[in-house]
């Protein structure tokens, strides 16, 4: 086993881990003739599995030389994969020559022959009179394979790997999964590691210690602040933000600790930006909790886990403006149901005349045509809010020229969107109702058609968010 200092050292790393660190310290040992074959872990997402596991191998690697290899299974698509990750590592390991055993990790097709393909790297090993230590394989996330893949299969033949042969009896596998009984592995003799999951006091710990050193280095107190902040002061403040944001988005944290650090760097620059600026903490002026009640109208929003938020000078950047009365609709979804409306109420044959650069229209027609309309549509009358009812399909290349001609129009010569955003944005408006698709049998043509499902009032105050004057795309 570890020595007490090691595991000491180990626990104040993994924090909230020392009962797992126990069990992974009798497990797997430095000794050939003590470590298992075979080692679960389980637990649920953002439990600590693949970072307390890679402290301890990190630890056995730098102190016992007993090596590893991790095999990161959510980007192998087949067994084949896994199997032959395995192999080259093992290859590695021994600082063998690649070409001389190509040939054989070529020849490992499955688990049929994956046996002898190991027999032959140890027989290599033992020509070349290689020390044979304890070789640590570790299998994270197997159970993220493809089912067809059938990754329980592949886990229990690998838990029997070492019956195959006195060859095998150095390997060591690891294998982590959210759910061992996925694995229908539970009855079996393997040993067993559950990790639990933190509470909200311990995450609250661990991405503070994890991220303090980020977001706020100890040169930030170098000049002005040095003199005005210590360094327990400065784990105190970052404690009582980090506590502060997990309890405020906690619907959106959950327990997944990989999504809190993309999103408290967007925030942390509105609570920092005051103090270096003020080179001191003033209660009441720039501290976290004054800071938050500042901006509580846009931190309690869920457009500030979407957006960059900048400091309390400027809180937020042109993508949020742009959501301005509609957190929940971002503005190239509004200029796609602007555009889907103009394809619907407008008849194809005068797009040339409202949506090109060089229109025939001049100025003086424009502003008296728009004065007009305006007038009769606030009344309900005219042909066009008669009209309005009957809006006419389309198709989708002519939505999609109608939203860059007007894109371009309102917002210059940006970037609109990729191809797959805008299948997205599409397929989120049809889900909303707000697009409508026809069948094939709904047109005579028998192409596939959409048509508009918004009323005039919501395209007319999206347009109006937007500084688009829609009155002037629209046929009389």
Known sequence: MLSHQELTELKNECLYKDRELDLLSSFLQPKLELMMPCVLIDGPPSSGKSFTIDKYTTKLKNNHKIHNVIIECEYCYTQRDVLKKILKGLITHFKFNFTTLDRGISACEGLNNFPECIKQIML???????????????????????????????????????????????LSFVIVCTRTDWFQLVTSSIPTITFESYNEEEMKTIVSNSLIDEFWPVDLLDGNLDNCITEIQRIQIFKQFIGLMMDTYKGFFGSCLDIISPVLS????????????????????NDILSTFLKNKD???????????????????????????????????TKYLVIASFLASYNESKYDMVYFTKNSVISGNATRKRRKIKRSNVSKGEGNYRRE?????????????????????????NFNLVTDVELQNEIATLSSLKMLLKLRSGDTIS???????????????????????????????
């Open 298 to 332: 846009i931190l309690s929003k869920e457009s500030s886990v979407i957006n960059k938020l900048n400091d309390t000078t400027q809180m937020v950047d042109s993508d949020l403006n742009d959501n301005i009365g509609h957190y929940d609709l971002s503005k190239r």
């Open 266 to 285: 967007k925030i942390w620059p509105i609570f920092i930006d005051p103090i270096i600026r003020k080179g001191k903490i003033v209660n009441g002026l």
């Open 388 to 412: 309005m009812a009957s809006a006419q399909p389309f198709k989708l290349e002519r939505l999609l020229a109608i939203l860059k001609s007007i894109w371009e129009e309102n917002e210059g």
């Open 124 to 170: 290599e090993a033992q020509i070349q009179n290689k020390v044979i230590e304890p070789f640590i394989i570790i299998l994270d996330k197997l159970d993220s394979l493809p089912d067809k893949q059938e990754p329980e299969i592949l886990a229990y033949c690998l838990s029997k790997l070492h019956e195959q042969g006195e060859e095998m009896n150095g």
């Open 446 to 476: 028998g192409q596939g058609k959409w048509k508009c499902n918004v009323h005039w009032n919501v395209v007319d105050k999206f347009s109006r968010d937007l500084n688009f004057d829609i009155e002037n795309h629209l046929q009389e």
